[in-house]
């Protein structure tokens, strides 16, 4: 879980630095684009690994 919020945080950093920061247009849309494959990778890892906690176990 903690790779995953690592992930989320370097993320939000480069998202925040593509919003905040005057770049040029392809760093930008770089940075952009880490950002958005980090955080849904994180999101949805931390979704599946929610749905794993919530099933019965099957004993």
Known sequence: ???YLLMLVIGFTFL???IFLNLPEKLK???LAVAVILNV???VAAMRMGLREMKPDKR
């Open 29 to 31: 849309w770089l940075f």
């Open 1 to 3: 879980m903690s790779i």
């Open 41 to 43: 990778t994180s999101a």
């Open 16 to 18: 925040f630095l593509a």
